[in-house]
């Protein structure tokens, strides 16, 4: 069963601000949460000093967005030298919590950082403290058998680690890899958080196929709702791949990335950056989906 995305026909739904200097270049990678009808959106930007800054804007539809004038997250740390990156929202009790990629001269480090009300942070800086290139990073929303979940990425693979109290996480697992042959045969990583259903932890995930200019495209797992680092499927084909002018050529061409994605109005909303230029937004029906899952 083949499963695409259509796009919304007012993509982008985000551009840059030539006035913003620290978002006049390019907005793209964003988290998005839907709390009760209202989506939280946070977005990667850079300016002219092409240091990575998390804006924060507001929607009641999740289509039109109202943005605050200056970024809520910039780098603070030693490790965030150049930059705040790809940021990712788990509630968790009464928190959010932001899974970031921290860009520094050692490299990047998977971070993480909590909120109540997306303008004020409590930072717990490197959170898988391996001196090794680290990216990717997502919650899952509950324990799972007792453990807190991270999903990270040591290239090329998807990786698990585990923790006590978010804070300190250890125990690696390797779950999935590039698959020769196919469109993701150099590299996978995570997209957004997983969604839980009754068929299993639905993983939204980016692929990249190996060429002179690399393609990143969307896909999907499911994964066992008691034991997530079964695989049960995966996308034989994308759902999701650069076609548009401004997906095909900027920043980074040839690059659809997502890092949210919620349900709404019996919808699955993917927000996706756009060759780093742009945020974009398609969407599919749950139950076509689901039919998916099932089958």
């Known amino acids: 069963m083949e ?161 006590d109290d978010l804070i300190n996480w250890s125990n690696y697992v390797d779950v999935a890899g590039p698959r020769k042959g196919y469109w993701d045969n150099l590299k996978v990583g995570i997209g957004a958080p997983p969604i839980k259903t009754s068929y299993g932890w639905l993983l939204l995930y980016h692929g990249v196929e190996d060429g002179p200019r690399p393609i990143y495209r969307l896909g999907f797992m499911l994964l066992d709702l008691n034991n997530p680092t079964k695989v049960l499927k995966r996308s034989e084909e994308p759902i999701l791949e650069p076609q548009e002018e401004w997906e095909v050529f900027g920043g980074v061409p040839n690059v659809v990335f997502s890092d949210a994605m919620v349900e709404y109005e019996r919808k699955y909303y993917v927000y996706y950056g756009a060759a780093d230029n742009y945020i974009a937004l398609a969407t599919i029906d749950v139950e076509k989906v689901m039919r998916w899952c099932e089958s």
């Open 3 to 163: 499963l695409r995305l259509e796009r919304h026909p007012l993509n982008p739904v985000l551009a840059p601000i030539p006035e913003h200097l620290w978002e006049d270049k390019f907005v793209f990678n964003c988290a998005v949460v839907n709390d009760d009808g209202l989506f939280h959106l946070l977005y990667r930007a850079q300016g002219a000093d092409m240091v990575s800054r998390i804006g924060y804007a507001v929607s009641s539809d999740g289509i039109h967005f109202n943005r605050l004038e200056k970024p809520v997250f910039s780098p603070a740390l030693r490790d965030e030298l150049y930059g705040v990156e790809d940021p990712r929202i788990t509630k968790i009790g009464d928190r959010y919590y932001m899974t970031y990629t921290a860009y520094s001269p050692k490299g990047p480090r998977v971070a993480l950082a909590s909120t109540k009300n997306f303008i004020t942070w409590e930072r717990y800086g490197i959170v898988i403290k391996d001196e090794i290139n680290n990216k990717d990073a997502a919650l899952f929303p509950e324990k799972i058998n007792g453990k807190y979940v991270m999903i990270h990425r040591f290239e090329p693979d998807i990786w698990y680690a585990y923790s």
